[in-house]
């Protein structure tokens, strides 16, 4: 039954440290989206990227967030410098994505990410 | 505004009884709809989707959703639920071309004995 794989599950770290998270997408899915949830703001889009190349980071702070994709079976999200404000939970979800946009995308179980 | 609206935030509901959690979209995003739930601490679990076909959608777990065009909703309905339904349910629709999902707000489902 292939997953989508996320690390850490949990991240406990203070302000101004650098937070790298990590997902495993499942295999032959061509894209590869990174969200984040919060109480306020429900579930956002951050990144995505499609076969390794990314699409779209509108989402993300750039002066702070990056995404990259160094290969088919890693995708990561890094935060530098960390703040509290960017306390929450980080998911990572896959797809194979067809023309026009159709496709289902499975979720990792996401990585909670608390900024002191 | 492309956008995905749950008229409910929360459900409370008993046991065995019937429930509908309505999702509403905006003309302008996709009619590929999904419905996902999310238990405490968990990911988002997909329940069922839309891509074409027969507008009554069945998922997982004995939940089913219709797709309505006219009405633009796609309401997720179980004919009887039970203590384990409760969770977060979301809708959400693909904006673009690219794939990429909008959500709804989430509505809370809560089964009470």
């Known amino acids: 039954d292939a997953r989508v794989t996320q690390t850490p599950r949990h991240k406990v770290t203070e302000m101004g440290q650098e937070v790298t998270m990590r997902c495993q997408p499942i295999?032959?899915?061509?894209?590869v989206f990174w969200y984040r949830q919060t109480m306020m703001q429900g579930l956002e889009l951050l990144a995505y990227?499609?076969?390794?190349?990314?699409?779209?980071d509108s989402g993300m702070p750039k002066d702070r967030f990056s995404a990259e994709m160094p290969d088919a079976t890693l995708a990561t999200l890094k935060i530098q410098p960390s703040e509290p404000r960017d306390s929450a939970v980080y998911f990572c979800?896959?797809?194979?994505?067809?023309?026009?946009?159709?496709?289902?995308?499975?979720f990792g179980p996401g990585t909670r990410l608390t900024v002191l | 505004a492309q956008s995905v609206t749950q008229l409910d935030s929360q459900v409370p509901v008993f046991e065995e009884a019937p429930v509908e959690l309505r999702c509403n979209y905006s003309?302008?995003?996709?009619?590929?709809l999904f419905w996902y739930v999310q238990y405490p601490n968990q990911g988002l679990q997909l329940l069922l989707k839309?891509?074409?076909?027969?507008?009554l959608v069945k998922g997982i777990n004995g939940f089913e959703a219709e797709f309505n065009k006219s009405q633009t909703s796609f309401h997720l309905r179980k004919p009887s639920v039970h203590i384990s339904d409760t969770a977060e349910y979301f809708c959400?629709?693909?904006?673009?071309?690219?794939?990429?999902?909008?959500f709804g707000k989430g509505t809370k489902l809560s089964v009470k004995p």
């Open positions: 979800a896959s797809g194979l994505v067809l023309s026009g946009g159709a496709g289902t995308q499975y």
């Open positions: 295999l032959g899915h061509n894209t």
């Open positions: 990227f499609r076969n390794r190349a990314p699409l779209d």
């Open positions: 003309s302008s995003v996709s009619v590929y």
């Open positions: 839309y891509l074409s076909g027969s507008t």
């Open positions: 959400a629709a693909i904006r673009g071309s690219q794939g990429n999902l909008i």
